[in-house]
């Protein structure tokens, strides 16, 4: 594996390609995963390729891999796998986390001809061009953990989308023990404020109605910067941005939501009131070996909190099911916990063994048929109480952003309200980016089904 990327060049340089190429992406996991393709596409239509859809015929797919599960890598794997066999003369790229945390299981697959971690985006033309060239494969995989600034690369097109991605931090300093992000991300980078504004600016002047700001580990926005600042103060100077009309958070721990970034949100319309706060286990002594920072109590009264203060904000989670050493007893308080915490959605995961973390290494490892049973009684009680809050949102009026057509029924869109609740809505005469009024008439787990007012 290269310490730093390299570009190798063949007998005659090129700065692009000599006619219109064209490029397609496919984008596994995270909304931060989104966010890199879209920064990579950008290279290329600056370069002069056209970008299409990864099943239409192209010159260079890229795939941008996840590694965060054993489900993630080997749906990357198959990715790869697809587009060498399909596309045997095309240039294949796979890029991304699983190529940064595992470049030797990558770079097994035949038919690679570009790896990329996730730093150095802003070679990838070249490297594609230097791979056409040599007609040999171009390993740029480099040492992300002595990374120490954000990558700064535009994104802002994302095209066919009613919501923006901008990613404002990259990084992870936290290592749970189950978790191998770091490995993949490195450590703790902000983006400027500064950018970030003119990220945003340029978002508003794209049309985009909704702009999400993510990262790896949003709440740690602004520690590594000098002078420090927060995410509350980033959503603060943000949400006053002219043409914001709505202004979403990605995932955050429940040890980063301050009470600043609660009064932010409650003080300012545009930002969404909903909040993606991973639990990951409702036990102590799981919480614990899993390194995470905060106890079920203190989750409980963070969450008391946010009800107090914002009464109809939507609270969804994420829970590993199975971690080592887990009894059915922790589990059952885990399960009593999410019930009582009334989650509007649960995001539940087997637990997935990671080479290289300290789980891996823990006694206590239970078999798969467990954690994928405790997994679906999970996703069982998280149907479960989305039912019971969708259908107490009967008969209230909400605002929808119109996203697509809906396959609900024929003549319908679907969009989202501001608490993350997907609605079917008739379609006449509604427009992808419209904000319309409307009264919910029926519930179902995963959405609801309104009339216009």
């Known amino acids: 594996m290269l310490t730093h990327p390299v570009i190798l060049y063949g007998k005659k340089e090129s700065s692009g390609p000599s006619k219109r190429l064209r490029v397609a992406f496919t984008t596994l996991g995270c909304k931060v995963n989104v966010y ?29 891999t996840c590694s965060v599960t054993n489900m993630g890598a080997r749906k990357s794997r198959q990715m790869i796998r697809r587009a060498v066999n399909s596309h045997p003369e095309a240039v294949i790229v796979a890029m991304g986390c699983y190529s940064q945390y595992a470049p030797d299981e990558v770079e097994a697959i035949a038919g690679v ?49 009613t919501r923006a991605v901008l990613k404002v931090q990259d990084g992870c300093n936290e290592f749970c023990s189950y978790c191998q992000i ?30 999400v700001l993510t990262g790896v580990h949003v709440g740690t926005y602004g520690e590594d910067l000098s002078p420090k600042t927060s995410l509350a103060a980033l ?23 301050t009470d600043e970034l609660i009064e932010v949100m409650s003080a300012n319309a545009s930002i969404c009131h909903h909040l993606h706060i991973p639990a990951q286990s409702g036990e ?53 916990f999410c019930r009582e915490m009334k989650f509007n959605k649960i995001h539940a995961f087997p637990y997935s063994r990671r080479k290289g973390t300290k789980a891996d290494a823990m006694p206590g490892h239970l078999p798969r048929q467990v954690k994928q049973e405790r997994a ?31 396959d609900y ?45």
């Not at 390993?139 to 095209?159: K, P, S």
């Not at 603060?236 to 958070?249: K, M, N, S, T």
């Not at 999970?378 to 479960?384: K, R």
């Not at 501001?418 to 409307?438: A, C, I, S």
Request: charge should be negative; proline fraction near 4%.
């Open 113 to 161: 001809d570009v790896l990329l971690g996730t730093q150095g985006r802003k070679h990838i033309v070249e490297l594609v061009e230097a791979a056409r060239q040599n007609k040999r494969r171009v390993n740029a995989v480099g040492t992300i953990m002595a990374e120490r600034q954000f990558e700064e690369l535009d994104a802002l097109h994302f095209e066919g989308r």
């Open 235 to 257: 959503l603060r100077e943000v949400a006053q941005i002219p043409g914001v009309e709505r202004l979403r958070l990605s995932s955050i721990d429940p040890h980063e939501v």
């Open 182 to 211: 770091p490995w993949a991300r490195g450590r703790n980078r902000s983006r400027l404020p500064e950018r970030v504004i003119e990220q945003v600016r340029g978002l508003v002047r794209q049309g985009f109605p909704e702009i």
């Open 284 to 336: 102590d002594g799981v919480l614990a070996a899993m390194r995470r920072r905060n106890t079920v109590q203190e989750y409980r009264k963070l969450v008391a909190q946010l009800r107090r203060e914002i009464p109809d904000i939507a609270i969804t989670t994420d829970i590993i099911a199975g971690f080592p050493g887990e009894s059915e007893e922790s589990f059952q308080q885990t399960l009593a």
């Open 36 to 64: 890199d393709t879209e920064m990579a596409a950008e290279q290329f239509r600056r370069a002069g390729y056209q970008v299409v859809d990864f099943d239409q015929p192209a010159d260079v797919y890229v795939i941008n």
């Open 376 to 406: 679906r009684r999970l996703i069982a009680l998280s149907d479960e109480l989305a039912l019971e809050h969708h259908q107490a949102l009967l008969d209230q009026t909400v605002t929808v952003l119109v996203e697509q057509p809906s």
């Open 409 to 453: 029924a024929s003549k319908y869109v679907q969009g989202l309200t501001d608490t993350y609740v997907r609605v079917h809505l008739p379609g006449d005469g509604l427009e992808p980016g419209d904000f319309v009024q409307v009264r919910i008439v029926a519930a179902m787990v995963e959405s609801v089904v309104a009339v216009i007012l």
